[in-house]
Each structure stands twice: as structure tokens, then as C-alpha cells.
């Protein structure tokens, strides 16, 4: 069965997904695929979001709240049922079972896609002029192709930066996408600003400043963008500068 036989929507989720917190794997017995993520119950408000727009591919039970683990706390699980669209999804993004970036099919994600992507593994740095994109699990090579398809296809300028961490009991070394201009920075932000639902995942999108008509200028871009009201906006604007040392008064 063709992916195409999904929704775009759902098409554009699981895409997204594969590039933060979603899996697709075909667990034995079964021979198809099944799409899954998980997120802290911090994020629940996101993650119920997120499994509202999957219905074509869930089951009854299609979600669970797992207890503490090794992320720390509690998370909650989505897990969609076994389907065949899903398996040729699974053929065209995995290689002898691992995600295997290809343009092939990064030329199928959309603005919604770059949107769950920045929501799973996206970070505001440095004041929030500048950004991450937490791809440590995937190979220098195939990150520049991730870097090339964002310049070309969204105009994004992003970097690749080396970082050093303890795994295993053994120094290793990752690689992740860095946005370290805060005009690509709003560029990217621009793209996905639209494709916002979630209220509680707006701290991710929000830009601060000390000048207060900057502050405005840009609270009211991202209530025009995402509907959401100014007050709302700017009442995370409040609580996100009160955990920024350099913004609080």
C-alpha cells in the first residue's frame, strides 16, 4: 500500500516526528509498522495534541503512562496500531532497521513537519538569539544533508556543531544543527509559527527582549500568526523571562 494512502496531516506528523521523539518499527511477530512517541507528562497538553491528530492510525488503546525511568520521570506513550501504509512509510525512511536520512523523503515533509520537529528536539539558546536542533543520533553525513535540504528548500541557514558527551562510560562524540544568526533564527520561527496549537509549547517560540516595543512587536507576530491572543502570549513571555537570569529586573 502507497504512504500516500495516509493523510497528508498525519503524513506530515509522523514525518516530523522521525526527526525528534517518533519512531516506526516492526516489532515481531507482526510484519508491519507501527508509528510511536513519548513525551514527559510536562508536555501532556502536546502529546494529547499530537495523538488527536493520528485517529486514522490509532487504536482503542492507544496511548499509557509509563512510571520513572531512565529520562527521569514519568512519560506518557503513544503507540498506533500495525498498518501496511505505515510499513511502506517504514521502507522509504529505514535501512536495515535504522532511520536512514535521505532527501528522497525529507522532500515529503511540510511546514507542519519542521513545526513538530522544532516542538521535540528544538531549544532556544543564548537569550533565545539562537537555536538548536538536537540531532545527536544521526551521522555527520547524513546531517548535512538535513543542513542542505533546510537552506534550499526554506531558505534556514543552519550550522553543524560538534559536541562531547559521556555514553556508556566512554567519551563520544555527536553532531547537532545550530541556527546561529537570530535572523535565520525568526526565519525558521516564521515557518513554523502558523502550524502552532498548543498554548503551553509557546515558551518554544518566544523571543525576548529587554526593549519593550521589540517585546511587543514580537508577541503580536505570533498571535497574528497562531491566533493565540496577546495576553496569553504575554503572559508566558512573563513567566519565561522570570527563568532567564539575563531578564529578570
Known amino acids: 500500500m502507497n504512504p500516500s494512502f495516509l493523510s497528508d496531516q498525519c503524513k506530515e506528523i509522523i514525518l516530523g516526528s522521525l526527526l525528534g521523539d517518533g519512531s516506526l518499527k ?3 511477530p507482526y510484519k508491519n509498522a507501527r508509528f510511536s512517541f513519548r513525551h514527559s507528562v510536562q508536555q501532556q497538553e502536546y502529546f494529547f495534541w499530537k495523538s488527536s491528530q ?8 492507544y496511548w499509557w503512562q509509563q512510571e520513572k525511568n531512565g529520562l527521569g520521570g514519568r512519560m506518557l506513550r503513544y503507540q498506533s496500531r500495525a498498518s501496511e501504509s505505515l510499513t511502506a512509510l517504514y521502507r522509504q525512511t529505514h535501512e536495515k532497521n535504522r532511520l536512514v536520512i535521505r532527501r528522497r523523503w525529507l522532500n515529503q515533509l511540510g511546514p507542519q513537519s519542521l513545526a513538530i520537529w522544532w516542538l ?3 531549544s532556544l539558546i543564548v537569550n533565545t538569539r539562537r537555536g538548536v536542533l538536537c540531532t545527536d543520533p544521526f551521522p555527520y553525513e547524513e546531517q548535512k544533508l538535513l543542513a542542505r535540504y533546510l537552506l534550499v528548500t526554506w531558505g534556514v541557514r543552519v550550522s553543524i556543531g560538534k559536541i562531547i558527551r559521556m555514553h556508556d562510560g566512554a567519551i563520544r562524540e555527536y553532531y547537532r544543527l545550530w541556527i546561529r544568526s537570530s535572523e535565520e533564527l525568526k526565519k525558521f520561527l516564521r515557518i513554523i509559527l502558523p502550524y502552532m496549537r ?3 509549547m509557546l515558551p518554544k517560540v518566544l523571543l525576548l527582549y529587554r526593549d519593550s516595543q521589540l517585546q511587543q512587536r514580537w508577541i503580536s507576530e505570533v498571535s497574528n500568526a497562531t491566533g493565540f491572543s496577546e495576553k496569553l502570549i504575554e503572559s508566558y513571555v512573563i513567566r519565561k523571562k522570570a527563568g532567564w537570569k539575563a531578564f529578570r529586573k
Open 26 to 28: 516492526i516489532n515481531k
Open 54 to 61: 493520528l485517529k486514522e492510525i490509532s487504536g482503542e488503546a
Open 120 to 122: 521535540d528536539d528544538g
Open 198 to 200: 498548543v498554548p503551553s
